[in-house]
């Protein structure tokens, strides 16, 4: 269980804290959160790393319609296109 400190005023647990290597950590975490089919606070239109389609990514785990790349974003993050990573084709 993560601890939980306050910052800004608002309850962060550790896990915001925490950087990633690669977008297939991202996307584990998520999915071991129960995070991934869950809805963003706010759907992003976002470049798909792989086909370089522009799709909207509406859950923390989105899959590009046209070539099927995996791209992750964990909550703390999510507001941001920029902290989305990639997984892989079918991760």
Do not use: W
């Amino acid at each position: 269980m993560g601890s939980l400190s306050v910052k800004g005023g608002k309850i962060m647990h550790d896990g915001c804290a925490g950087s990633f290597e690669n977008g297939k950590q991202v996307v584990d975490k998520v999915r071991m959160m129960g995070f991934s089919q869950q809805l963003m606070p706010m759907p992003l239109e976002i470049e798909c790393h792989g086909c370089k389609e522009t799709f909207t990514m509406e859950e923390f785990e989105g899959h590009c319609p046209k070539c099927d790349m995996v791209h992750g974003v964990t909550p703390c993050h999510a507001f941001d296109p920029n902290n989305i990573m990639a997984a892989g084709i079918g991760y």
